[in-house]
């Protein structure tokens, strides 16, 4: 028992957010064991609400160009609202924390604007990785629930990625283009797209991104007794 918590606690902290990756792909079957164990996720009633679908070779190029044309637009059609300025308090702290960071690794200053679009648009190149998994719901009530049961997919896809030796990088604004992406991939209407999660190998001279710091444990949880 004492090793497997070792492993586990490792694996958590090795999960990170990688934005530069390797042009090789995996294997079909690398993947569908990665699909295989993210499918062990808990969900409500056990309804399993997640549909993914998963980009590679020439439909992930040709998403790619529909998706940084859509931006040159700035023709947006998330499912869901968002404003990640709206975050309260250290929340936001966090977000702006993270921003610098990155930006600073990358070397672009807060007022090279050419940069930081430039910078925005390699997330719809998907930072390089070769395949792209996109992570549908069906509406049912407000969302909530399901939204919940669609995070811990995700987890779960993530920390397989990591455990295998791959990885990957959720990604929010590749769900501010359902429409686009719906449409390129034939997927009816009544599926909402929450967010997108870019994997494949690591980039092992990508720029290095210090990890976040995390809030104490006392910041975010309370012990009742």
């Known amino acids: 028992m004492?090793?497997?918590?070792q492993s586990f606690h490792d694996l958590v902290r090795r999960r990170q957010s990688v934005r530069q990756f390797?042009?090789?792909?995996?294997?079909?079957?690398?993947?569908?064991?990665?699909?295989?164990?993210?499918?062990?996720?808990p969900s409500n009633c056990n309804t399993q609400p997640w549909?993914?679908?998963?980009v590679s070779g020439a439909t992930r190029a040709s998403l790619t160009q529909v998706l940084i044309e859509q931006a040159e637009k700035a023709s947006y059609s998330p499912d869901f609202s968002w404003d990640e300025t709206a975050f309260p308090g250290r929340l936001d702290e966090r977000r702006r924390a993270q921003g610098k960071a990155y930006y600073e690794a990358l070397g672009i200053a807060r007022e090279d604007k050419a940069g930081r679009h430039e910078a925005i648009l390699r997330n719809l190149d998907f930072f390089g990785a070769p395949h792209a998994a996109f992570l549908f719901m069906p509406s049912v009530g407000d969302g909530v629930r399901v939204a919940a049961d669609i995070g811990m997919y995700a987890q779960t896809f993530l920390l397989s990625l990591t455990a295998r030796g791959y990885a990957g990088i959720p990604q929010t604004l590749l769900g501010l283009f359902a429409d686009p992406?719906?449409?390129?991939?034939?997927?009816?209407?009544?599926?909402?797209?929450?967010?997108?999660?870019?994997?494949?190998?690591?980039?092992?001279?990508?720029?290095s991104v210090a990890p976040m710091p995390r809030?104490?444990?006392?910041?975010?949880?309370v012990m009742h007794v």
């Open 2 to 5: 004492m090793d497997q918590s």
């Open 22 to 41: 390797l042009a090789q792909p995996l294997e079909a079957t690398q993947i569908k064991a990665v699909l295989e164990d993210a499918q062990r996720a």
């Open 51 to 54: 549909h993914v679908h998963v």
């Open 181 to 207: 992406i719906r449409e390129h991939l034939g997927i009816p209407d009544e599926m909402k797209l929450l967010f997108g999660i870019s994997f494949g190998y690591a980039d092992p001279t990508a720029l």
């Open 215 to 221: 809030a104490a444990i006392g910041d975010s949880s």
